[in-house]
């Protein structure tokens, strides 16, 4: 399908190559997510091929032209695609974060190795916060089976580096995203001995062991067990199907609403809005996961693919969140440094203490802003950033006093010129006692400026200034001027 120049469109995030099995990060897909500088919600879904996964993520875009929606065989959907164009929203707290669409390749396309299917469910999986499982029709053993891949991601993701499957599978689940299990073309009644049940008890009920002994049962409950565990948060949603015309069906995106059944119209509304209020902020751990982070950790999950390594959440995530609070201290050393105007601030020691906290406290603010990490890492990166802050400044007052240092030397040497001349002309004038007198309130007055300058600058006396007297005195002592005379 053609996009208009410039308009939204789908971009591919993840691809796998067929043939090799690499996994590569799209540059425009990284490049939308790096743009985004707040934390992201990311609805994915997932299933088996042609079974209107892309319809679903149309709606939530308000449109029927987004993700292409296949009409035959072939999947249409390689991969895993993200919508360029997240859009805002603003959580129960009140904060506002951006919603990213995920797109999937079916589990289950006729031209994709097994282990990809697998690889593509585990990247969803890690990267999303909100996992919607498309199937047609109610769960079933049939289901549960297909449902089974979920299962194998353990294989793939582990939580720390050296964890082992067994462990990873209770741990896994304080990272994965909220579950929620539709079920299209869906026409059955929720019925339990004549009592209604809601669609998330009829899960539970379908998650429940079954009876019985035998490896063929124990497989089947471990299935439902795996999910159980992987998915704590979990949900279930039905949708009856649109209409009858089977044929009419393979163009759903183009039917106009009147054409289907009410019932899904209104299944369709109030999906789409539980989809909108359960796709929260991504999280890893308590911290909030933003564009910027989302893309380098589709990255590190893609090269620990790629490096026949299994991707290990922590590993990822403390790699992007030292990136990020490098980024973090980087911005907050250029707001410092574009903060601190050493050309308007004076060269008093104090004056230049106090721009310094100011623009030390700019700093700080910038780097809270942006460095998202738990406490240790981020921790880490401000005791560094403030060491380098303190040094920078320390190298700026130590350039001012020297500027100070040079002008006040100047100074010196300007007034001994002056006073030698003023006290040469002085004594060619004068008798002795008045010459002995001149001679002794030039040398009182160089002692003075001499005590000022240690004072304030705590350097040596000023080394032309004194044998700029010393030259005037030799010459004009009042016993050299009686000699003379």
């Known amino acids: 399908m053609a996009y208009p120049a410039g308009a939204p469109a789908p971009l591919q995030l993840i691809s796998i190559d067929s043939a090799t099995g690499r996994v590569s990060c799209g540059e425009e897909a990284l490049a939308c997510l790096r743009a985004i500088k707040t934390p992201v919600g990311v609805v994915a879904v997932c299933g088996r091929a042609r079974t209107g996964k892309s319809y679903i993520l149309n709606q939530l875009l308000g449109q029927s032209t987004g993700f292409q929606l296949a009409h035959s065989h072939r999947p249409c959907t390689k991969g895993l695609w993200i919508w ?23 589990i289950d396309a006729y031209d994709q190795r097994a282990q990809d299917g697998v690889q593509l469910l585990s990247l969803a999986v890690l990267l999303a916060s909100m996992f919607v499982f498309n199937q047609m029709g109610p769960i079933d053993e049939a289901a549960l089976d297909r449902l089974s891949l979920v299962t194998q991601i353990t294989k793939h993701i582990r939580v720390r580096a050296g964890g082992a499957a067994a462990e990873d599978a209770s741990e ?11 079920l299209r073309d869906f026409y059955l009644d929720l019925e339990d001995e004549g009592r209604k049940v809601s669609p998330r008890e009829y ?5 429940s062991p079954t009876a019985g002994a035998g490896a063929a049962v124990e497989a089947k ?9 992987l998915f704590p948060d979990r949900d279930c949603f039905t949708l ?15 039917l106009q609403p009147e054409q289907l059944r009410p019932e899904f119209q209104e299944g369709v509304s109030r999906l789409t809005r539980l989809l909108l209020a359960r ?14 982070m989302l893309a380098g950790l589709a990255e590190a999950y893609a090269s620990a693919i790629n490096e026949g390594a299994v991707p290990t959440i922590a590993t990822a995530w403390q790699g992007v969140a030292e990136a990020e609070c490098r980024r973090a201290a980087a911005a907050a050393e250029d707001a410092y440094k574009s903060e601190f105007d050493v050309a308007a601030t004076p060269s008093e ?19 809270k802003a942006i460095a998202v990490a738990e406490p240790r890492v981020r921790g880490e990166a401000k005791a560094a950033l403030m060491s380098a802050l303190q040094q920078r400044y320390e190298l700026t007052r130590e350039a001012a006093l020297a500027r100070a240092a040079a002008g006040v030397d100047q100074a010196l040497l300007t007034a001994a010129q002056q006073i030698s001349t003023v006290c040469a002309t002085v004594l060619c004038m004068s008798t002795a006692p008045v010459a002995n007198d001149v001679h002794a309130s030039a040398v009182a007055i160089f002692d003075w400026v001499g005590t000022i300058r240690m004072l304030l600058l705590c350097t040596p006396q000023s080394t032309q200034a ?8 030799s010459s004009h002592s009042p016993a050299t001027e009686n000699q003379a005379g």
């Open 203 to 207: 899960l539970e009920t379908a998650l």
């Open 349 to 367: 020691p104090e004056a230049l203490l106090v721009e310094h906290l100011r623009c030390m406290a700019a700093a700080k603010a910038v780097f």
């Open 172 to 182: 896994l689940s304080t990272f994965t995203p909220s579950f929620l299990w539709l």
């Open 84 to 106: 360029s164009k997240p859009f805002k929203r603003v959580g129960p707290d009140g904060n506002e974060y951006h919603l990213v669409l995920l797109d999937s390749e079916g």
């Open 221 to 229: 409950n471990q299935i439902r067990g795996s999910i159980k565990a």
């Open 466 to 473: 004194l044998m700029c007297f010393a030259c005037w005195s």
């Open 279 to 292: 796709a929260q902020p991504k999280r890893i751990g308590f911290v909030p996961v933003s564009g910027v």
């Open 240 to 254: 009856v199907r649109p209409m009858h015309d089977e044929r009419a069906l393979n163009r759903l995106n183009e």
